[in-house]
């Protein structure tokens, strides 16, 4: 019984230290960045509120928004989204709704709170569950 | 034990089987938001070797719990070979998600909530590991060890009910489903997960007992089909296209009076691309999101054919499917023939 017990109570600390790791690498809300006081690598869920196609600077400026009307300017190459989409950012490319990491700079403008420099654009696969199967080879 | 070799031996033919049928004809979701489509195929390799993790631990943390109510030495030394093949499936979980996610989700690793606890539930495991290894006197390690199975199995639950409890990148069981409820898909998949599963746990039986030299053999024939696999697929994805081959990103497209117009994309530019012939997918549009979309769109494409204008005039083409599928089922392959390699040794 003193085994068992021993397991208990070693199995209390693994949960604790384990819910710790996993809820400190869940994702940010654009929000959640206005804590910060110098540039910091983040992890932000947000939603797209726009896109603007910046060819000459070979860049893709997202407006990123999330429900308290916060907001964030993140730039991401354009020749790099095209390589990895296959086309320029739209309905079909980029969902309403984005995970993305990258370098957070603090710089407050109204309701902006800073922009980031866009490191990985991180898609969840839920959306393609959806879709009809297709089959080839 | 014979009989235990010769059942793997059918299992795995049968996985064999499946394994090649599902990385070469195997459905696959017709519009993904990133990467080539066919990775999708991940799904009848990655998952089956997640569940199967899933259940070896599953079944050596109730061992464990036996023991440390029974006391019986057979329930020690089974709840670690359990334990044992779970981590080396859990292993190949890690990196063959971390395939399919560079792939499909843009990046290798995203600290995904999901991907968090199951490298968490690894490192505890092999934590028991280093636990059962570093105590040399005999009566107080099998009842330490096993306590600390025990408590590990604490990150089982934790890393399953993440995707439920916040957001991640990771399905739920009911998304998946979503997916995985028409024609031969359930068959395939569900499928898959049982053989997976099955000779996860013929392996860990046989690890218990120790010297079955023929599980070696009988795990051979997946071994051959993965190898297959890299052999067939891996190629085109090395090719960059020559002479009259070009190798093709699908950007968008339409059929004109039954001609497959195409805007595609390579190495060389942005090219338009026509084709006659019998599309390489099945359907070539589906009606998704209430739009009407091409299944072709972000596949990679290998054609034959002329450029003529600046055209690519196709009279053939084929799909090239993603290579990490084919790395994935070599990598599975490896791991069934690393615990066919720990059953055949003899024990101490």
Redesign the interface.
Known sequence: MKAVMLAASIALVVLLVGYMAITSSSYEQISQLSRYRKPTMVTVRALVADIKTLPEEDLILFVLKDENGSKIYAFYGLTRFISQYGAPPSHSTVEQEVIMRGMFYPERMGDVLGRMEIKEILQGCHKAYEAPPATGG | MRKLVEALAVVSLIDAVTLWFSQ????????????N?TA?RNLYVHVPISVSTYLLFTLGFLLA?AY??RGKNWMEEMAHSFIAAGLVMGFSTLVTGMIWASE????PW????RE??VL??FL?FLVYLAVRSSIKDPDVRP??S???A??????IP??FL?PYL??????TIP??S??VR??L?PLLFGGRIILVSLEGSLLALLMRSGGARGAKLAVIPVVLVALLLVAVQLPPNLSGGTGGTFKV????GDVVDGTLHLKV?SSQGTYDLLYRGK?????LF?T?GGER?L?L??HWLLVEGRIENGTILASSM??I?YWGNAVNSLIYALTLFTLAYLAGRERK
């Open positions: 070469t004809s195997g459905p696959f979701p017709s519009v993904v938001p990133l990467g489509p999708y719990l440390l109510l499909s989700w843009g990046s995203n600290w995904d909530p968090t606890g968490f539930m505890a009842r330490i096993m306590a600390f025990v408590a590990a199995y604490a990150t934790l890393s993440v916040m957001p991640s990148l990771h399905p998304e998946t979503m997916f028409g024609g898909t990103q699908v950007i968008s994309r599309p390489p997918i099945n359907p589906v998704f979309r299944t769109e972000k084929r799909l499917p």
